[in-house]
């Protein structure tokens, strides 16, 4: 992908990626920008400009070809390949990152969570062990982690992503309400739950007088 | 607030919600267009004009009263009220959004969640209790809810939602990776976390060739 690629584009990426794993599932073999931007609620122009920017592909009159186009799109997602991720916290949300299905089906693999509750320790969820958040810095000495997910109490969150980054983590997928300060090398996704419910009521409130 | 206000504009809002009460809860009382743009990561004139579109609050070498400002936009975002909720689906997903804190805490009260597994029928997630899905249409026709959160598995998503919609609900807070059909007076906020891991893996990927 070359040059500058837009904060929208980008965000519109995977949405790419599951509409063309659907159409794989559902024996389609090539689309068109038409076909496309109907399914994606975007104009037939708008997915031109946005795969060109992915760098180009399909054909005049001929459309687009999902599974390369898919596969490509997964290569510029960077889920081409395995990422190896560790939870920090056992509470509701880490385990529930812990029990889904659809990280490991592409490619996000918990190999661990940490937890401060005693009682948790050596226990496991899904196929993942609990283990003591004292322990991180001896386990990421030995083992490889690719992104750490965040899910402590909000009081904790900034303490402990300062720990992960001082011991090599990278990349942070953070659940926790707070705007973490963060080293410039490393990188942050924030999933703040509770402002789409905010914005969900703004949108109810405000549908009418649009 | 009066006329149109940008999609960006109302996804920062939740964040200035957030921040502002941080700041109460520090024990500041005002603080000018400078100090929040530092607090949020933009300028002060990006502050001064998002401030504006929500109405305009604020006097010159006074800055903003926090308190006010916090409830004001509080309003904007229909939180300051009561949202009664319930949730479609009581797996990992629906279980840690009916017990989180957070969420109560900001008047949105889970009542019930819904499943299709009989062995949890009649039990409770914290304090709500887990019901038949098939009860659904009853339940609706004597309760008030404002919000469905959609927590079911992907395959049922819409045909749940259908169900939703023709008995009433108006807002549905999506979990499933879907993009749902749904009627044009309906409202509905998308939780695709699968879509948060792609958009780290994607930005640990480029990160050095931004």
Redesign the interface.
């Known amino acids: 992908?070359a040059g500058y690629v837009s904060e929208a584009v980008?965000?519109r990426?995977?949405?790419y990626?599951?509409h063309l794993k659907e159409l794989e599932s559902e024996g389609v073999m090539q689309i068109s920008s038409q076909g496309m931007g109907e399914r994606?609620?975007l104009t037939a122009s708008q997915i031109r400009q946005d795969i060109n920017c992915f760098g180009g592909f399909g054909r005049q009159g001929y459309g687009y070809n999902v599974t390369e186009l898919r596969e490509h799109i997964g290569r510029?997602?960077?889920?081409d390949r395995m990422?190896r991720m560790i939870i920090m916290g056992a509470g509701?949300?880490g385990?529930?990152?812990a029990?889904?299905d659809?990280?490991p089906a592409?490619g996000?693999q918990v190999i661990a969570l940490f937890d401060t509750d005693p009682q948790k320790f050596g226990s496991t969820i899904g196929s993942s062990p609990v283990k003591d958040l004292e322990s991180i810095e001896a386990f990421l000495a030995v083992q490889s982690v690719?992104?750490a997910v965040l899910a402590v109490p909000t009081a904790t969150a900034q303490a402990v992503a300062n720990r992960l980054w001082d011991n090599g983590i990278?990349?942070i997928?953070n659940f926790a309400?707070v705007?973490l300060k963060h080293p410039r090398?490393t990188?942050v996704?924030n999933?703040?739950?509770?402002?789409?419910?905010?914005?969900?009521?703004?949108?109810?409130?405000?549908?009418n007088n649009a």
Chains 1, 2 share one sequence.
Do not use: Q
Request: net charge positive; aromatic share 10%; charged share 25%.
């Open positions: 992908m980008i965000r990426l995977p949405g990626y599951r994606m609620k510029i997602l960077g889920i990422h509701n949300i385990r529930a990152v029990l889904s659809s990280f592409n996000f690719d992104i990278r990349a997928w309400p705007d090398e990188t996704v999933v703040h739950l509770e402002e789409g419910l905010e914005i969900l009521s703004f949108k109810m409130k405000h549908k």
